[in-house]
T-cell receptor, first 114, second 115 residues
Framework: AQKVTQAQTEISVVEKEDVTLDCVYETRDTTYYLFWYKQPPSGELVFLIRRNSFDEQNEISGRYSWNFQKSTSSFNFTITASQVVDSAVYFCALNSGGYQKVTFGTGTKLQVIP | GAGVSQTPSNKVTEKGKYVELRCDPISGHTALYWYRQSLGQGPEFLIYFQGTGAADDSGLPNDRFFAVRPEGSVSTLKIQRTERGDSAVYLC?????????????FGEGSRLTVL
């Protein structure tokens, strides 16, 4: 079985603040993939990043960065210098070896206040 | 088209009616997924197709739900004897990958309201 937990239901920050979205996952497999998706108010989920379980190197893409720690089964997402356009619901997701379905967390709604 | 297309975008029906939701994936994507998203929740897996066959239908809630993909492209999700609890946004996604490890490309969803 695979499970994704996003404990933060809603977060509000003021524009230009940094914010971290937490994601904790559960799987018994040694091979798995982790994802983050963004769902803006329009509703369409947009892929942000994919990491595999063998690559713990953190990644930075512009204002976005991801911290993958196998020891704590976490895959956290940080937005630096947040902007109003970052307001959306963010989903962490997991696909573990042997399963073909991607399991999503319940999402974190981020509101960036101007 | 360039992206995943879903029709209708909105569907209002009465309890007990039959509903069909259509998904047209990105051309060339062999993998197709249906998810259901209730208000305030994350997408919940329903079924996964690899080509024409349903490789995993473990997420279908009961036998009122059925999906087909006869030619390995367009898929239709069919719901019989709809219930109010079926109200949700039904999302379709497609992917190039064969093993669920690739990026999913989502459509905008079909919002189903059962009165």
């Amino acid at each position: 079985a695979q499970k994704v937990t996003q404990a933060q239901t809603e977060i509000s920050v003021v524009e230009k603040e940094d914010v971290t979205l937490d994601c904790v996952y559960e799987t018994r497999d040694t091979t798995y993939y982790l994802f983050w998706y963004k769902q803006p108010p329009s509703g369409e989920l947009v892929f942000l990043i994919r990491r595999n379980s063998f690559d713990e190197q953190n990644e930075i893409s512009g204002r976005y960065s991801w911290n993958f720690q196998k020891s704590t089964s976490s895959f956290n997402f940080t937005i630096t210098a947040s902007q109003v356009v970052d307001s959306a619901v963010y989903f962490c997701a997991l696909n573990s070896g042997g399963y073909q379905k991607v399991t999503f967390g319940t999402g974190t709604k981020l509101q960036v206040i101007p | 088209g360039a992206g995943v297309s879903q029709t209708p975008s909105n569907k209002v029906t009465e309890k007990g009616k039959y509903v069909e939701l259509r998904c047209d994936p990105i051309s060339g994507h062999t993998a197709l997924y249906w998810y259901r998203q209730s208000l305030g929740q994350g997408p919940e897996f329903l079924i996964y197709f690899q080509g024409t066959g349903a490789a995993d239908d473990s997420g279908l809630p009961n036998d009122r739900f059925f999906a087909v993909r006869p030619e390995g492209s367009v898929s239709t999700l069919k719901i019989q004897r709809t219930e109010r609890g079926d109200s949700a946004v039904y999302l379709c996604a497609s992917s190039l990958g064969r093993d669920g490890t690739g990026e999913l490309f989502f459509g905008e969803g079909s919002r189903l309201t059962v009165l």
